[in-house]
């Protein structure tokens, strides 16, 4: 997106869960603190992705201007998630003698919950296709899609997550023979690759949910030509979460030296941090940096730092905690309340005045509160709630 790694001074396995993500499974390590800044900057994240997606709520009315770039400034949400992922994976990579454990648990936190909200936004297209009068049997028009993240908006990400862990996983051996400097250039190849796709137009395409269209017209292909339109759209997860797997691996190195902790020292390094942190995250909205071919990894390694060095000045608490577990199961859930809320507008003739930023900030406020609230509280009564908040 992270989740149940509510035991103190441990990176616990279920830290897989909550990237989102952030999410990423590392065993217990007592020496090191929790990083309640990065737990924070989850639910930012997550609050910033329920407002790129708020517009649905508007049902086609014009989005004002200051409202379509304040979405472009809360882009670096995503990366921020996969950075986050692959930080907590390079810790986990460096104290776990198995991969396919650390692989193990990623799918059973990152998968589980997919499947299980596959299926809800399944039925809810279903039944929206069905009051519309129109076949509920056209939702299943492509299943290569539906399960690469088709069934809403937003789930594509859960599987480029879990690839990149798994490539993060299967590289992590060879990675620790290299020095710093080694990375780093297996960084400017990736780089070079990852732009040269994007460049070509072969990138991953989230409304068909194809990839590497000029090279093979996947539009031609059939549903006997899945595992080769499968193919594709793993190459394609993996050139993009690649670089941000190799900054992950660097971080985790760099970072190692200092101890981020509200009681710990260092100070001049965590406060300088800080300061270079905040003054780039901040100039980069400024300039066309984030919209280059190299915007994920600029502002998901600034947004990353910033939620590191805020950890120095953000004591442990048990709502900072809380949001954060939780900042998986929001992004999960989020566009069932942007949906009902859309509903509620449409009937109610509001909706054609939903597209200021105030307003748009105002049903993010609201969808996050009630995600967040109805996850934590309703998570306390079983099981399931938990599989769907991703805390099993």
Not at 11 to 33: D, F, G, M, N, Q
Not at 117 to 145: E, N
Not at 249 to 270: E, T, Y
């Amino acid at each position: 997106m992270n989740k149940s790694s509510l035991l103190k001074n441990d990176i616990s396995p279920k830290e897989l869960a909550v990237v989102a993500a952030s999410i990423s499974a590392a065993p217990a390590v007592s020496s090191r603190p929790y990083l309640t800044g990065v737990g924070v900057m989850r639910a930012a994240a997550a609050f910033c992705v329920i407002y790129i997606h708020a517009p649905l709520v508007a049902a086609g009315a014009p989005i004002q201007a200051n409202a379509q770039w304040v979405a472009s400034f809360f882009q670096f949400a995503v990366p921020f998630f996969l950075l986050t992922a692959f930080y907590f994976g390079a810790q986990a990579s460096q104290k776990t003698t198995t991969w396919k454990a650390i692989v193990h648990k990623s799918a059973k936190r990152l998968l589980i919950p997919y499947l299980l909200w596959t299926g809800i936004y399944i039925a809810l297209r279903m039944v929206k296709f069905w009051v519309q009068h129109k076949s509920m049997w056209l939702v299943f028009a492509d299943p290569v899609g539906l399960l690469m993240g088709g069934s809403a908006v937003h789930l594509y990400f859960i599987p480029l997550l879990f690839i990149g862990l798994v490539t993060q996983q299967i590289i992590a051996p060879g990675i620790r023979k290299f020095s710093a400097v080694g990375v780093l250039f297996l960084l400017a190849l990736s780089l070079t690759a990852k732009i040269a796709v994007i460049r070509s137009g072969n990138g991953f395409n989230l409304d068909p949910m194809r990839a590497f269209e000029t090279l093979i017209d996947t539009r031609a292909l059939g549903l006997a030509d899945a595992p080769a339109r499968l193919a594709l759209i793993f190459l394609s997860h993996v050139v993009r979460c690649l670089p941000l797997v190799l900054l992950g691996f660097l971080l985790a190195r760099f970072l190692a030296r200092v101890n981020p902790g509200v009681n710990a020292g260092n100070k001049p390094q965590r406060f300088a941090i800080l300061l270079l942190a905040s003054a780039l995250f901040a100039l980069q909205f400024a300039l066309p940096l984030q919209h280059s071919p190299l915007g994920d990894e600029i502002s998901g390694v600034l947004a990353f730092l910033l939620a590191w060095a805020l950890s120095a000045y953000i004591p442990e608490n048990k709502l900072a905690r809380n949001l954060g577990v939780f900042s998986y199961g929001v992004y999960l859930s989020h566009l069932v309340f942007l949906e009902t809320l859309q509903v509620g507008a449409t009937k109610l003739h509001i909706a054609p005045r939903l597209g200021s930023f105030p307003a748009l900030f105002a049903v993010s406020a609201l969808t996050f509160l009630a995600c967040w609230l109805t996850l934590s509280l309703a998570s306390r009564q079983g099981k399931q709630i938990r599989l769907l908040a991703g805390l099993e």
